[in-house]
């Protein structure tokens, strides 16, 4: 019966949107036009798209943010371990995995800052450099699943990171004029270099570290979470 | 064609159909989640692929000294169609008092469309971290159920056994 209503919903809705397609045009509409026009002028950074993350949609980006912190702190809501259940039984790592993992840990979390450092220059910046930092975590924990990530130093990055980017946002409200104005505050420096950008290289080294201490953490509380298949034993 | 030439959008849509199909008729909220997530990817792949302009490359701009050029005349330049993405080629025609729109100037370097790129660079990583809540409360209600299928979650309900 399910799948009968579910063929048919989706059978509907698939010629619905069928139909829509050809009345689809260009996607390159002023707003990205004046971007490619204006991006380098405007803020000096070779990387158009972090151009308009950081500073012309940097509001939105802060929203974006601000969904991420919701969610990890949800999953950490629900997932918390409970004291009395007995969480999931490591299992020991191969000796592959922990001499891998040892290997690549501090490789990759320099990896990552460096991709959000560069966010500027290169094809990167804080998202993206964030999860590369959140997976050497990974790869820490899966090998010593027995070690917790330090809550504190964890909460103290977010919540300052997260700081630093309001802030920022509102010094630029201050002194240029809009939230996260580009203008007045730091000299906008030469163009592809690493002090180049102004404001920009900043708020995404904060959203780098924001966004792999979240990611890190959820990773953290998804390991030590209660374990469920000893939560069913113990009830059986 | 122009039927055949809008492929990706065909693509895009099989794809979400096929994440819908799966939210409305598995059962087990893992699948469920799943098919959430292949509509989400059908999404960012449309997004991504609009952005696609022809010829175009990635927005990010090659070592050049144009840049002190651009900064120097920067006059508001009147906004038309694709080709008109080509900003550097563009400032340095005007700058010599060319007025076409396509230029053949210092580089006529045409890029993809930025803002969509934009706009999915931070919904994937936001994807992820709402999968993760998701799987969160996936696991708490197997937890509290033991089981994570719809229909006999129903029934437990409905008898009160638990």
Redesign the interface.
Known sequence: MKQLIGSVFVLVMGLFLWSLVPLLGPSAGYLSTYFTQHGVADNHTANLVTAVVVNYRGFDTLGEVLVLFASVSGATFVLRRRDGLPTAQPWPASEFLATGARALFAPLVVFGAYIFVHGHLTPGGGFQGGAVVASAVLMLLLVNRDRHLPHGLMTWLESLSGFGFVLTGLIGLAVGGSFLSNKGLMPLGEWNTLFSGGLIPIIYVLVGIKVGAELSALLDVMFHSTGDADHQEGQA | M?FLG?WN??VV??L??IG??IV??R?NFIKKLMGLNLFQVSVIMFYVS??K?NGGT????P?SDM??E??AH?QP?T????S??R?FA??HEAHHGGHEVVAEGHEGIV?S??????LM??????G???T??G???V??I??GY?TAEEDEIYKIDLTGAL
Do not use: C, K, S
């Open positions: 122009a809008l959008y065909w849509i099989v979400m159909m819908l199909y409305i008729a059962d609009m952005g302009v990635a927005p990010i701009l070592e840049v002190e651009v900064a920067n330049v906004a038309g169609h694709l008109d993405t900003a563009h400032h890029y469309n930025n803002l969509t790129h934009v660079l931070t919904a994937i990583v936001v992820v971290a709402t993760a809540a799987l969160a409360l696991a708490r197997h937890e033991g």
